[in-house]
Nanobody, 115 residues
Framework: QVQLVESGGGLVQAGGSLRLSCAAS????????MGWYRQAPGKQRELVAG???????NYADSVKGRFTISRDNAKNTVYLQMNSLEPEDTAVYYC?????????WGQGTQVTVSS
């Protein structure tokens, strides 16, 4: 079983920054992949940024150059640094991990960007 706990969401003005954290209940080395997704009202959940096959990172085109995913292995935590935020980034952000074929999600953290 894996627990994922997100934090760091909030309300920010356009152009501002936030850093999200996802703390895992076990070593993140053990995950097949791990990443951040988001879901805006009325839209499907989409990949924002993630690690796969160890260290390979991938980003949604809409966030490239603005968002950075990183991790602290000692703390079993993955971060999402979000800069130059836009109102279109408003969504609930979820952490996801895949472990032995099972997919686990955090509870989500709300990010609201005002114009």
């Amino acid at each position: 079983q894996v627990q994922l706990v997100e934090s760091g969401g909030g309300l920010v003005q356009a152009g501002g920054s936030l850093r999200l954290s996802c703390a895992a209940s076990r070593s993140i080395f053990s995950f097949n992949d791990m990443g951040w997704y988001r879901q805006a009202p009325g839209k499907q959940r989409e990949l924002v940024a993630g690690f796969s096959s160890g260290s390979i990172t991938n980003y949604a085109d809409s966030v490239k150059g603005r968002f950075t995913i990183s991790r602290d292995n000692a703390k079993n935590t993955v971060y999402l640094q979000m800069n130059s935020l836009e109102p279109e980034d408003t969504a609930v952000y979820y952490c996801k991990a895949r472990y032995y074929g099972n997919v686990y999600w955090g509870q989500g953290t709300q990010v609201t960007v005002s114009s």
